[in-house]
DNA sequence: TTGAAAGCGCTAACAA
DNA sequence: TTGTTAGCGCTTTCAA
């Protein structure tokens, strides 16, 4: 166990290794581990013996070079932006490396040219070094979706094709409107009639689908939403802003937003004004960051079934892969509303 | 060579296409990818055109196979505990990827059992599917480390050998106490002398080596430090009852936290007792979180210098991979202070 | 039920 | 400077 030399690389033992120890062909211990039904009771525990006392385990590479497959996902990864509330893609990221890994994927992460959100995947694709991609961020503009169908890659979005309804990938998403709407209906529920929008830039579809949901809650009451919305940058201090131009233009008794983080600019500007939030203020965020699970006393927000949609994703990733591929829809699931101390 | 002619989607060119082409052979082709300088300057030309061309790029599964090499680096990645303040994890994951993209590595993730910590690690190496670890989470009694070593394998530390001095592994840490030490001194500075510190149990060496920093300020002004140190779980409610604790027996007029989550716990004890962070009571967090970045009004914290530590392992990583391989020893970077609202 | 042959696409070693 | 040969470790034929 003392090392005092280099590292020294030991080659880990072959198929003919095992052959050779079981007194086999190279072929029986490959159907062994494959498809064990083809072997003998008898011949398959005695490959199975002679594996397990060698620690073999088949070398990938040569796996991935015949099979011509790799048994990795593709995912861009984007640092999450500094002083925001905002980890979604981080929590994603650990629910799919666990249902990946359970369904025999690793996640092969490669770094977001924010110029160019295609760069790195073609080098994937072109060096078959994925079997597929999981996209994320496929808001309007966003070219990696139709980028990749062009290529007939295979890949799942996490997020809806706004701007193509006929694409004819896969995909699964949060419905956000329902998580708006849940937010402010929780709201009506206690009472509050008064009840703000702090959202995103209209060209931002995602806020604006969210938006939707608050519009239909405080129609279905007959209460009108005029002078009670705000669209901003999605930032704290923009939040803070909008909140208190709000607070004074509109006197609003709640705010639901399309964030975290502007729920903690609305947080910032009620701490300035002396107010507290969920005794004199309500306020809901989106996204159940560590932020709202943190912050005293509690941000109330809507949280995506991130877990969910892992598991979707891998298993429209699978009918994808499969033998023969299988094309899955869209799927669409419900958040839920977190309730804490700030409503 | 033959192609499939059809409606199927075409497989990837290979070294075989670019040669018959560029009218070469494959070697020279192969050559022209990995050791351009052996061609004359027009075979050269005429190859990369061919290349270019047929928009070749080397599979990674036939190369991996000859070169005995991945390019790939695996990184446990365990969830981020909900409720926490801590994602140090997830920073330094956007960091690894960047990095050692630039390096010519991907990353691939595959999830930590909780209970052991060294699944996961067995069979990618054993098939060969990675070049080296990266290892995290290498406190006491983590058997990884050790583990890794005993079966000789790359890898490069996030975090020091703490049980074992005499450790083999390159590693690569921030400076704990120094952080806390950077803490404590800017509260002294800002006149502050009843410093409370609030830090994780004893067995947490990471959090003894933080809490040394706190005691050494103290002590270089000759201020008692008795009665101000509290210990507890890392969680928002642990920090909560300790600090309600100390601001009663110890009447401290700052404190200084192991983690943003104690720190988190600090700022709900002031706003139960209507005090305000800052203003009557200085808190100082540690790690920077996007909580500390965006709760009112801002919590001042010890920053983890991650972009470095990931640069410090990428060198570490090509030196243990390269040919010959070169070790190098330990790195310790410090941490710096960013100033909120709180202090 | 098992074995032999072929070859996935690439690069190291060597020959021309 | 370029080409030829061999083989990385595995799985897919196909034959025994």
Not at 78 to 103: K, Y
Not at 201 to 207: A, E, L, R, S, Y
């Amino acid at each position: 166990m003392t090392r005092t030399s280099g590292y020294v690389p030991t080659t880990p033992p072959t198929l003919a290794d095992v052959a050779e120890l079981a007194g086999v062909s190279r072929q029986t211990v490959s159907n062994a581990v494959n498809n064990p039904d083809l072997l003998r009771a008898d011949t398959l525990s005695r490959v199975l013996e002679a594996i397990d006392e060698l620690g073999y385990s088949p070398n990938r590479a040569a796996r991935n070079l015949r099979t011509r497959a790799s048994h990795l996902i593709g995912l861009r990864f984007a640092p999450a932006q500094e002083g925001t509330a905002n980890a979604t893609m981080d929590r994603f990221v650990h629910s799919l490396v666990e249902t990946s890994s359970a369904a025999g994927y690793h996640v092969l992460l490669f770094p977001g040219d924010l110029e160019d959100p295609t760069a790195g995947y073609d080098a994937l694709l072109r060096s078959t070094a994925v079997d597929a991609f999981v996209a994320t961020d496929t808001y309007l503009g966003n070219p990696q979706a139709a980028w990749l169908e062009a290529r007939r890659a295979p890949f799942v979005a996490f997020g809806r094709p706004w701007d193509n309804p006929d694409a004819a990938h896969p995909w699964v998403d949060v419905d956000g409107a329902a998580g708006a709407e849940i937010a402010t209906t929780h709201l009506l529920e206690k009472g509050h009639e008064r009840i703000a929008w702090l959202g995103w830039h209209k060209d931002q579809v995602i806020g604006e689908d969210r938006r939707a949901g608050w519009t239909r809650a405080m129609r279905s009451r007959g209460l009108s939403t005029t002078g009670l919305a705000s669209r901003s940058e999605d930032t704290v201090n923009s939040g803070r802003e909008a909140s208190a131009h709000l607070l004074e233009e509109a006197r609003p008794t709640g705010f639901v937003c399309a964030s975290d983080t502007l729920a903690v600019g609305v947080m910032h500007t009620l701490a300035e004004r002396g107010l507290v939030a969920g005794r004199d203020v309500a306020v809901v965020g989106f996204d159940d960051s560590q932020v709202a699970q943190t912050v005293p006393p509690g941000l109330t927000s809507v949280r995506q079934p991130l877990e969910d949609v892992a598991v979707e994703i891998v298993r429209a990733l699978e009918g994808l892969l499969g033998h023969p591929p299988v094309r899955r829809g869209g799927v669409l699931l419900e958040p839920e509303l977190v309730v804490r101390g700030t409503t």
